[in-house]
C-alpha cells in the first residue's frame, strides 16, 4: 500500500509540473496533500496526518483557490462602439471580441468584457481593476502615461464634422484625447467633452461649430445629428490612425504576448477574413 502511494504522489508532481491551468495544479496538489496525509497515518503518525488534511488539504488549498480567483481571466474594459464592440439583445458581438476571444483561448485565460464610460476608461486600466483597453481604441485616443499601444489591427482615419454655413465657434472633443491628433482643428478653439452622445448635442444645439470624432464612431455620430444640420455638415479628414488596444505600461509580457497574436493574424490574412464580416 505504502508503494502504490509513494508511486501515486510521484505521478501527480509530475502532472502538477505539465499543468497549464494554475487551478487544475493547486487541484491536484490538493490530492497530493491528501495522500500524503494517508502515508502518514499508515506509518503511526496521525498527529501529523491530521495537520497535514487540515493545512495541506483544506486551508492552503483554499488559500491557493483564493489568491487565484482574480488570476485566469482578461479584464478587459471598453466604450461600446459598433462594429468593434457591442452588445446586442444582451450578447456581445463585435470584430474585437473575435480577436479577443481568440487570444485568450491562446493564453488558456478567461475572456471578461466590462463597458465603462469614457473617462473611466484611464482610471480603470492598470493593477488588478483591468488588464486592456478595447473598443475601438487607437494611439492618442487616451492622451495618459502609463499606457502601451498594441500593434494596429485595422486601419481608420480622424475627421472634423463641421457646419458649412457656421464658420465660427468651438470644435468638440472627447475629453483626454492627445491633442497631437488634432492639430489640424484650424484655430478654432477645443472644446472636451465627457461621452459622444454630450458632443453631438451640443452640436445639434449649435453650441459649437463642429466636432471631431473618429472614422469608427463616425457612422454612429452622423446618426444622432439631426438631419437639417446634417444636410449642411462637411467632413474633413485630419490623420489617418490604426486601431488596436492598450494595456498599461506595466504589463510588458501581456502586451508582447498580444503583439504576437495581432502578428499572426495579419501574417495569415485572418484578420481580413474576420474584419470583412463587420466592415463593409
Not at 494554475?22 to 496533500?33: D, E, Q, R, T
Not at 486601431?243 to 508582447?256: I, N, P, Q, R, T
Request: zero cysteines; a negative charge; aromatic letters at 8%.
Amino acid at each position: 500500500m505504502l508503494i502504490l502511494f509513494s508511486l501515486l504522489l510521484l505521478g501527480l508532481s509530475i502532472s502538477v509540473l505539465l499543468q497549464d491551468r494554475l487551478l487544475n495544479a493547486v487541484i491536484l496538489l490538493g490530492v497530493f496533500s491528501l495522500l500524503s496525509s494517508a502515508i502518514y497515518f499508515l506509518i503511526g503518525a496521525p498527529d501529523v496526518a491530521v495537520t497535514e488534511g487540515a493545512i495541506g488539504v483544506a486551508f492552503v488549498t483554499f488559500i491557493y483557490v483564493l489568491a487565484l480567483s482574480d488570476q485566469g481571466k482578461l479584464h478587459v474594459i471598453a466604450e461600446e462602439v459598433p462594429p468593434f464592440l457591442f452588445q446586442e439583445k444582451g450578447d456581445l458581438r463585435g470584430a474585437e471580441l473575435e480577436i479577443l476571444q481568440g487570444f485568450a483561448e491562446e493564453m488558456n485565460l478567461e475572456l471578461e468584457v466590462e463597458f465603462v464610460g469614457h473617462r473611466e476608461l484611464t482610471s480603470l486600466i492598470g493593477g488588478r481593476r483591468a488588464d486592456m483597453i478595447a473598443g475601438a481604441y487607437f494611439e492618442g485616443y487616451l492622451a495618459r502615461e502609463g499606457l502601451s499601444s498594441s500593434r494596429g489591427y485595422n486601419e481608420g482615419q480622424l475627421a472634423k464634422i463641421h457646419s458649412s454655413t457656421q464658420k465660427a465657434g468651438e470644435i468638440g472633443i472627447m475629453a483626454d484625447v492627445d491633442v497631437f491628433s488634432i492639430s489640424a482643428a484650424s484655430n478654432r478653439e477645443l472644446r472636451q467633452f465627457s461621452s459622444l452622445d454630450e458632443m453631438i448635442r451640443a452640436y445639434n444645439e449649435s453650441q459649437i461649430g463642429g466636432f471631431i470624432a473618429d472614422s469608427g464612431r463616425m457612422s454612429n455620430a452622423l446618426y444622432r445629428v439631426n438631419s437639417p444640420l446634417r444636410d449642411k455638415s462637411e467632413i474633413d479628414t485630419l490623420t489617418e490612425i490604426e486601431y488596436g488596444f492598450a494595456v498599461s505600461s506595466g504589463e510588458e509580457d501581456l502586451l508582447e504576448d498580444l503583439n504576437g497574436y495581432l502578428e499572426s493574424l495579419v501574417r495569415n490574412g485572418e484578420i481580413d477574413e474576420l474584419l470583412s464580416g463587420y466592415f463593409r
